[in-house]
């Protein structure tokens, strides 16, 4: 299950006190003061994994508190200091101060780290406040609380190619498809109730993430459906896949209608997520006037559309290659590569991009 908002509390652990202690041994007469610090405690971290794919550890437990200081001893030892706590995240997650609503840090690297919380410092013990006018102190500090707060942990996805829709496109079974990835693939609305993962495998040590997300319907970007549940994982992405299904009686909603529906959601959800390179896919072709349906989406939206059919694997290679070339611009936008065809091509075949 993908547990991907967490509301947390963390505190890191307090210094422990300084010791007040003179030397106390035979033969020595007037022993000096001999009071060791404290331990500093210990502080909380977030460090990114990725073993770790999702939010629930952080669902059942919501106070994470780091170890406190050991307080000092005679003879100047210092106590010991208490052992960091570090939370493996996902990669992906982006940190918010809950309080003040501010992000500290978001975690797009694994093995990236940052601290939540700071220990605080031990207290220094009497022996620190000896001095040749003031030979015998009695002062010794406490130790120094460690920092808290409440934290929202929220997760985005982070994949290449994000699998847009409407429900039933075709989308899980295209990820099966492409992946060894295994969704709930069935002839019903919503399937998909959490993002899905899987890497694309391509000639010559090429791949790729590929996300399949939960349908969108009209008014998502208000909530409607599964609304921001979606839209906020396809932020992530470089590139979107948008999945038409031409081959399925639309009743009243046409192939191009649906794909304006679509769009019209992305952009007004983000328009920076309606600005990323998109490549539309027209699926289902191997029904029934699926492929005249394709040529006539693409005359419609003024597009270049690759037909395909995710259940025969008619066009997919096509499809693969072109995702490859704009992920690859997309990877190092400072290197130009070769866009796929915006525009319908003077002549085509069914096998062709329309």
Sequence with gaps: MLVDTATIFVRAGKGGHGCLSFRREKFVPKGGPDGGDGG????????AS???ETLLDFTGKHHWIAENGRPGMGKNMTGRSGEDLVLRLPVGTLIYDDE???LLKDLTQEGERVCLARGGRGGRGNARF??????????????EPGEERRLRLELKLIADVGLVGFPN??????????????????DYPFTTLTPQLGIVELSDARRFVLADLPGLIEGAHQGAGLGHTFLKHIERT????????????HGEQTPGEAYRVIRRELQEYSPELGGKDELVAANKIDLTGGAEAAGVLGEE?????????????????????????????????????PEPPRRLPPHRTASEPV
């Design 169 to 186: 496109a075709g989308k899980s079974t295209l990820l099966s498809r492409l992946s060894k990835a295994h969704p709930k693939i069935a």
């Design 40 to 47: 500093h405690g210990g502080s909380v971290f977030a460090e």
């Design 301 to 337: 939206i003024g597009q270049a559309v690759y037909p395909i059919s995710a259940v025969t694997g008619r066009g997919l290679p096509a499809l693969v290659e072109a995702l490859w070339t704009l992920v690859q611009r997309a990877r190092s936008p400072r290197e130009p590569a």
């Design 238 to 249: 470089r590139v979107i896949l948008h999945v038409v299904d031409v081959g399925s009686p």
């Design 100 to 102: 003040i609503g501010i």
């Design 50 to 52: 990725a073993n770790v």
């Design 130 to 143: 000896a001095a040749p006018d003031h030979q015998t102190p009695r002062e010794c500090e406490p130790g």
